[in-house]
């Protein structure tokens, strides 16, 4: 499963990147996980299957979401809380249960 976070610089949004590849880790998932800018949206959706959108950019999350659904990909927006305390097993549970929502209703055998 790949997954990326949609920031606005992706400076704090990496250190969450690392909490969720900790926490990947502790419970044997492999996936990709990474942190991109808004700029890179369009680029980095094609070779994702989940985009979780950071709390300072959710001005973007309506039409990411759009574009990634009619993709066949997850998308959403990551909880401010989770989100300021670094809560990466949160926030991959949430990744993780887009994945299977939108791997189920298309005809993707990924991950």
């Not at 299957?49 to 927006?77: S, T, W």
């Not at 670094?86 to 991950?111: F, R």
């Amino acid at each position: 499963m790949k997954i990326f976070l949609c920031c606005a610089a992706g400076m704090s949004t990496s250190m969450l990147v690392s909490r969720m590849e900790q926490a990947a880790k502790e419970k044997g998932l492999v996936c990709e996980i990474s942190a991109h800018s808004i700029s890179e949206f369009e680029e980095c959706i094609k070779w994702s299957d989940v985009c979780l959108v950071a709390p300072q950019v959710k001005f973007k999350y309506e039409e990411f979401k759009r574009i990634a659904n009619e993709q066949g990909k997850g998308c959403g927006l990551i909880d401010m809380m989770n989100y300021g305390l670094l809560k990466g097993d949160a926030v991959l549970i949430q990744a993780v249960s887009l994945y299977h929502e939108y791997a189920t209703t298309t005809t993707s055998t990924e991950g």
